[in-house]
């Protein structure tokens, strides 16, 4: 069932619990990801990235009208999100496609530019009853350097962040990277301390690379959202190219396909669990 990203993750703070939002590139994967999660009677989020629109030569209304249509049908409640868009007409555009929130990365700005930028965006966005998230902190990864504790949130500029801008969602650097480049270690502490200072529902980017128990415990201390992408997509990878491997003939794409996507699913259910929201649809 289609819902609304901010109904989900309210519920989740509320309840101690984390929701996955897993990238889609295509429908096998967001096929994928909502047959993990109603294995596990278990909410999920599909978000489609700037990037993976980019991917799809610019083309952002196919994809997301594909995952509308498989939240309508889906069992468990199903919400669609725009993963770091940098331009307001992005963002337009995807919520004329069916989207309930969008994060708007200011983070690469300056401050005083980012609060500037996102506070506007987030003005619009609750005009339409959309729900915003925005970051402050710099997470590393995607070929570029790795945080440094300069870089992550600080909880007392966060709680100055979300008051101007108004955001509904609240993106924070705590040491993980985007790409799973490496295991990493988060601080647990600092997820605590911004916990306490901002209301929002918190976000966790760059969870592919952290160690199962320090994902359980961030949940545990106020992680709401947990986005997902370079983990399904290594499963999803790997179950391709060993069948290919196996079979150098095949030339079906539904023959290592179909076990491509059951290796996302298998992923998808067990982050599902590990985050607490197994049996909450």
Known sequence: MLTHTLHLLTRAQRD??????????????????????????APVILQVSQNAIRYRLGRLEPLVTACRELAL?????????????????????????GMSSVMFDASSDDDAVN???TGETARWAHDRRIAIE??????GGKGGPVTTVEEMTDPDAAARYVAATGVDLLAIAVGTEHGMARKTRIDLERIAAIRAAVAVPLVLHGSSGVPDADLREAVRLGIAKVNMA??????????IR?????????????RYGAPAREAM????????????ASGRA
């Open 265 to 276: 699913a298998a992923v998808v259910q067990d982050k599902c669990r590990l985050v607490g």
């Open 16 to 41: 101690g619990y984390g929701v996955l939002a897993c990238n889609v590139i295509g429908l096998d994967h967001a096929e994928a990801i909502v047959q993990g999660a109603e294995a596990e009677r």
């Open 230 to 239: 370079t983990q399904l997509n290594a499963a999803f990878t790997a179950a």
């Open 242 to 254: 060993d069948h290919l491997v196996a079979d150098p003939h095949v030339t079906d794409p539904r």
């Open 115 to 117: 609060i500037a930028r």
């Open 134 to 139: 925005g970051e402050i902190g710099v997470v």
């Open 73 to 97: 049908a889906a069992a468990v409640p199903v919400a669609l999100h725009l993963d770091h868009a940098t331009t307001r007409e992005i963002c337009e555009r995807a919520v004329a496609a």
